[in-house]
């Protein structure tokens, strides 16, 4: 049974420009959220996917998108990159019900120069 | 808003000795509350949760934590650190609509063999 994957592990890009990253839940799961964490900081919630619609986001501007898709893949997708989003970013997945735990993935690291 | 506070941010620990992790967190509703393990190259893990009933819960690899409502704390512990236990350990809470968790900054334990 794979757990949660993502893809690509790691990325390089420059200022300005935009980025997509992937993530597999974990079989059976349907609920996709993601993260970001920084260097040295524990991860932050950017938002929630159910049912192909956001439901819930943190405190991220408008430039971190996302997308749910039929089969409960998601892609994360960050406009106009700036330095200050290199980071970890972590996909976790989980079914719905309020006493279900988060999965996590390996995380894609990303780096803008 | 919900906001989890971890305050050790590094702890140095010989093998057999005791460890103790701090966390606390602000928020006035009921919540579930995690703690997460980050192995040097591997993504984040579930060591333990605690959703309702007994406050004191048992994890893997001997960890165990105790919820004590009245302080808004839910410690981390181990009789005995290993040096497999050097990893980041993240305390997180989660609301009951159960659909963000909150992290702390996290604590990077080192156990010296």
């Known amino acids: 049974d794979a757990g949660v994957t993502q893809s690509p592990t790691h990325l390089i890009k420059t200022r300005g420009q935009q980025v997509t990253l992937r993530c597999s839940p974990k079989s059976g799961h349907d609920t996709v959220s993601w993260y970001q964490q920084a260097l040295g900081q524990g991860p932050q919630f950017i938002f929630q996917?159910?049912?192909?619609?956001?439901?819930q986001r943190g405190n991220f501007p408008d430039r971190f998108s996302g997308h749910q898709f039929p089969n409960y893949s998601s892609e994360l997708n960050v406009n106009a990159l700036l330095l200050g989003d290199s980071a970890l970013y972590l996909c976790?997945?989980?079914?719905?019900?309020?006493?279900?735990?988060?999965?996590f993935g390996p995380g894609t690291r990303l780096l803008v120069l | 808003a919900q906001s989890v506070s971890q305050h050790n941010h590094h702890v140095i620990l010989s093998e057999a000795a005791s460890l103790e992790l701090g966390c606390n967190y602000s928020?006035?509703?009921?919540?579930?509350l995690f703690w997460y393990v980050q192995y040097p190259g591997q993504h984040l893990q579930l060591l333990l949760k605690y959703f309702s009933g007994d406050p004191l819960v048992k994890g893997i690899k001997g960890f165990e934590a105790e919820f004590i409502k009245s302080k808004f704390s839910f410690n981390l512990r181990k009789p005995s650190v290993q040096w497999s236990d050097t990893a980041e350990y993240f305390c997180?809470?989660?609301?009951?609509?159960?659909?963000?968790?909150?992290f702390g900054g996290g604590t990077r334990l080192m156990v010296k063999p």
């Open positions: 976790a997945s989980r079914t719905t019900g309020e006493r279900e735990t988060q999965y």
């Open positions: 997180a809470v989660r609301d009951n609509a159960g659909n963000m968790l909150t």
């Open positions: 928020y006035g509703g009921t919540v579930n």
């Open positions: 996917y159910y049912e192909e619609e956001e439901r």
